[in-house]
């Protein structure tokens, strides 16, 4: 369904990736996957301030500790924080 899905919107184009552990998945030229919509489902839903555990049942996690490492908001504060970093380059 989602390869439908994505070809009917224009992405058609498919490339192979392969992950940590020689792993492959065919996903679509803009990188999209069923898991990438899994993270976003996650990060959506954390974001509205649901309940970390009810998230986790959702998804089929049996640990919330999973469910948060699919939180993709975090990233946000992460990136952020390294705006906020000063240099100072005049040898001090």
């Excluded at 184009?13 to 030229?29: D, F, I, L």
């Excluded at 509205?48 to 500790?65: E, I, M, N, P, Y």
């Amino acid at each position: 369904m989602l390869k439908r899905r994505l070809t009917d919107a224009g992405f058609s184009v498919k490339a192979t990736r392969t992950y940590s552990g020689g792993s492959k998945r065919t996903v679509h030229s803009a990188g999209y996957s069923p898991h990438s919509f899994r993270v976003m489902v996650v990060t959506d839903l954390l974001g509205q301030g649901v309940d970390v555990a009810d998230v986790a049942h959702l998804v089929g996690h049996s640990s919330t500790r999973t469910t948060e490492r699919y939180n993709r908001n975090q990233r946000k504060v992460r990136r952020n924080l390294v705006e906020r970093i000063r240099v100072n380059m005049q040898g001090k």
